[in-house]
Every structure is written in structure tokens, then in C-alpha cells.
């Protein structure tokens, strides 16, 4: 079943499932060959007809909201660089001189009004010109216009800076991403403020994804953690494009909704229900009371390694200690829950699916997001994506 429900309707529908011992569901069980996570030509194609084909989300506006903020990324063998203009444009480059190729920086962040390389000194403004040449005469006439930094296609949309891995290629973030940017323009999160990052190295990136986008694993991976705030395995499925918002009941949500009218039902997503937003390919965005929480996937080094980088918003900055410590106390349980219970899980996923003695695996009627996730990674890898795109 493909639907777009309100938010609102899906909470509605969260409750009912409750009441109901109920969740939304597939037609059927899904198998996904165990090679689809291991075989490395399948891994390649990945990175190059999904990573380095389809828009990803690479930053919040709001980690770069200076002119002059930046930041560096490398991510499937690009090192990349971010950063805010004094024009206020944020732009996407090779984090690389145009002269002999070293990287311009090795900060994870900073601000700066123009980048120097380390090597010979040659100057970059932040919109990527190539301004200063290090004994000009000596060196030599070139066109200072075609040794800019190297650019990658870039928009910054509803508080988050969209790419495209491959110098001019098409970005239509309307279009991928449709009523999905519409829900997350709705937040407003280019006014929040930036409060921290944190990095966590997984296995496959597929297996570390499926993680995110389901929790009918809360009860036993997160028996103590997660599972006493809510109800495992219960969920609602919208889809917008490849991308899905997952709805979840908290274990509050009979308690807290139960004696209110439906039509006031709107006012209790975060208290009583909650979404993460599946962005497709690599993305999950929670919207939750406190803060607001991207985690974004990407392919490491080998088919059996993924880098996960968690960032967090808050609606303002923390304004005292204690708000400065609740935030980072947020942010280190969250990367400690997935550490300690997630990714153990997730490397023993990795090992059994390498061992060539597990064919497949298969995901539930009720796994339906991770089941969608998996259907649309095989459609993007045709060559010529055609067709329509599968419905949930
Ligand atoms: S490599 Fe950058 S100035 Fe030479
Ligand atoms: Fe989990």
C-alpha cells in the first residue's frame, strides 16, 4: 500500500494500531540475496549509479551559517569542501588546489575569507576563484579563470546543503525529493542552531541503514534503552518518491492521546508519536521535542565498510551549562546506544552475509520501509532508471 497521509493521519492511524495490536504491512516477505551486501561489482554500481548520481544531503545550513563557515567531508574517495560564501551562497567543492592537487585544508571546520594551500600558497577566495599564485612571474602564465576550485552542482533548501557527486550534473531537488522537502521546509531548520557532530564507523552501508528505518529491534536490541520509551514494532509507512516518513508510537501514546478528541490529535506528534524521515539513499531526519537529529550513511572503504556521521539542532543554541550539558549528553547517549547496541549487531550482520553460507536474508511484512529502501536502491541501479518507481 503507497499513501501519503497527514501527519496528523498517521498518528491517528499509530493509536489504532496500538489499540489494535496492529501495524501497517506489505503484501509479502521480502529475500535480498546475501550477495546484494557483500558482492563487490554490486557495491561499485552502487556508488557510482546511486551515490554519485542522485542528490545527497551533505550538511545543515545552520553548521555553515557565517559567511565564510565551512567544512570538510570525505566521503567515497572525494575529499570535499564546503562552504559559505561572503556572497551567503554555500557551495560544494573538490577539497583540492587546482595546482598540484593538495588538499586546500584539513580542518573538519572553520572560517576563513579565503583558503590558502599548505603546499605553495596559493589562495582561494570562498567562492572558489583561484586569487593569489605565489611568485606570479616565476611561475608562469596560465588562465587564473580555469584553475578555480573544482565544483560540484549544489542547492541549499530547507535548512540543508543538497549535492550532486559528478561535476554538471542535473540537481532538481524539487523533483527528487517532492513533498519530502515540502514536509521538512515546514521546520524551518535553517533557524535552528548547529550543536555538534559525531562519527561512528559501521559495516556495509545497506546494513547500517536498515538500522534506522524500523524498530521492530527496539524490544530486544534496545531492551533497556529505547524499548521502555516505545512500542516495537508498530509503524506507519508514507512514502514521497524513494523517500519515507516512518511514523512510531511512543509508550506514552494510549496514556497521552487516549483521553484527547481525534481532531486535537495534530498537537501530539512527539508526545504520544513520533517519524523519522528516510531520506533515500543515505539519510534519516528526526524531528524530536529537544532536538533534531541527521544521520547520513555513506559507503567506506570496501563493500563492508560505511562511515556514519550523526549531527544535532536545537531550536536555539544552549543558552546556560545546563542546557550546554543536557545537548551534549543527548548526543553522546545517541552515538553510545548505536556503538554499544546497533553496530555490534550490524558487524555480526556483516560477518554472516560475508560467510557465503547465509543466501539471503529476508525483511517482514512489517519491515516496510527497509523493504521499499532495498527496492528502490535495485531500481536506481539500472542503468537508464525507467519505469515507475516501486510502491510500498
Ligand atoms: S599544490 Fe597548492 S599551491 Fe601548490
Ligand atoms: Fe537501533
Known sequence: MSQQRTRAEAGSALFDHVCGNTTQQTASVLSIPAEEFVDEGRWKLEIERIFKKLPLILAWSAELSAPGAYKTLEIMG?????????????????????????????????????????YHGWTYATDGRLIGVADKAGFGEFNHQERGLRSLPCVERAGLVFAVLTPDAPLNV????????????????????????????????????????????????????????????????????????????????????????????????????????????????????????????????????????????????????????????????????????????????QKSLQSGLLDSVIFGRNEAANQFFHRCTEYYLQEQPEGPLPVL
Not at 556572497?87 to 572553520?110: K, P, Y
Not at 515546514?186 to 559501521?202: H, I, K, M, V
Not at 513520533?274 to 572503504?301: C, D
Not at 536545537?314 to 548526543?331: G, L, S
Open 174 to 349: 524539487e523533483e527528487f525529493y517532492g513533498g519530502m522537502l515540502t514536509e521538512i521546509e515546514s521546520f524551518n531548520l535553517q533557524d535552528w542552531s548547529w550543536c555538534g557532530s559525531r562519527e561512528l564507523p559501521g559495516p556495509n552501508w545497506k546494513i547500517a541503514f536498515d538500522g534506522y528505518i524500523e524498530n521492530y529491534h527496539f524490544a530486544t536490541t534496545h531492551r533497556t534503552t529505547l524499548a521502555p520509551y516505545f512500542i516495537s514494532g508498530v509503524m506507519t509507512f508514507d512514502t514521497f518518491g524513494p523517500h519515507v516518513r516512518v511514523g512510531a508510537p511512543s509508550a506514552s501514546i494510549l496514556a497521552s492521546m487516549g483521553s484527547a478528541p481525534r481532531e486535537e490529535w495534530q498537537n501530539y506528534e512527539n508526545n504520544g508519536y513520533e517519524f523519522v524521515r528516510s531520506i533515500f539513499p543515505n539519510v534519516t531526519i528526526s524531528v524530536l521535542p529537544e532536538h533534531v537529529h541527521l544521520t547520513q550513511i555513506f559507503p567506506g572503504n570496501t563493500p563492508g565498510e560505511s562511515i556514519t556521521l550523526l549531527s544535532f539542532l536545537r531550536q536555539r543554541p544552549p543558552q546556560d551549562e545546563e542546557e550546554h550539558r543536557r545537548m551534549t549528553e543527548i548526543m553522546d547517549v545517541t552515538l553510545n546506544i548505536l556503538r554499544t547496541e546497533d553496530y555490534p549487531t550490524n558487524f555480526g550482520v
Open 78 to 118: 572525494l575529499p570535499l569542501l564546503i562552504s559559505r560564501g561572503a556572497d551567503g551562497l554555500v557551495r560544494v567543492f573538490l577539497n583540492s588546489c587546482t595546482h598540484r592537487g593538495a588538499q586546500l585544508t584539513g580542518q573538519e571546520r572553520g572560517n576563513c575569507n579565503r583558503f590558502t594551500c599548505p
